[in-house]
């Protein structure tokens, strides 16, 4: 295997690939398979949402867990209670005790008013109280049957317009909002902290795709970030529910491969 470019740039697992597979099973997949650490996804599985069982499991595996996922998504609206502010404060919490750096959040749905008015002031405050980067995620507009957009986020689904000072990019929601990743890397500069490698097609549907399976050139993005110096996490947030489990270890060792090659000198060739 390649020798990583960089030391400093793990490659990451989200627990949220091995779905329907449980939480212990990504720690599980994640030793098995090699990879760096584990981005927990806070969810719909009760051992996700509990920092004890999910630190028995880091330890009982020896894999860390390099980032937190808030659960601020529709399916997790009611995980660590309602109140977004809540979540978020859970979950840096749960990242200074797990030892992530990275708490990854979705920007505010337009239904939430008060949580959007304050977004950008009370995420900069919670990093600075907390010491835990907090990357806001990029998103998508939401379209209806005939095309038209449904403005689900306030005051964007674009993160980079928000006055946030770190943010994360998923391929495959860029994919969904028909923006080349490649372009949102140069765009952001240095706000960009946290990368979640997967791929799309400009589908309406949010994919989450093997990565080199969309076009959203992940192998090229990659380069990219080891041009620039990027020092945040890549980590692998892909969809895996339609197969087998044998296909799913497959799948995930084949994205760990790519995510180590692309960011390798042989991949810089």
Known sequence: MAAPLDDATPVVLSTSSVFPESTASAFALARQLGYDGIELMVGTDPASADVDQVAQLSAYHEVPVLAVHAPTLLLTQRTWGTDPWEKLERSAAAARTLGASVVVVHPPFRWQRDYAQNFTSGVRRLAQSSGIRIAVENMYPWRGPGGGELRAYAPSWDCAQLDCDHLTLDLSHAATARLSSLDLVHDWGERLAHVHLTDGT????????????????????????????????????????????????????????????GLSREGQR
Request: proline share 3%; net charge negative.
């Open 202 to 261: 400009h589908s309406s549907a949010d994919e989450h795709l093997l990565p080199g399976d969309g076009d959203q050139e992940p192998a090229r993005v990659l380069a990219e970030l080891v041009n620039t110096g990027y020092h945040g996490q890549i980590v692998l947030e892909v969809g895996t529910r339609a197969t087998s489990r044998t296909e799913r270890r497959e799948a995930l060792a084949g994205c760990l491969a790519f995510a180590r090659r």
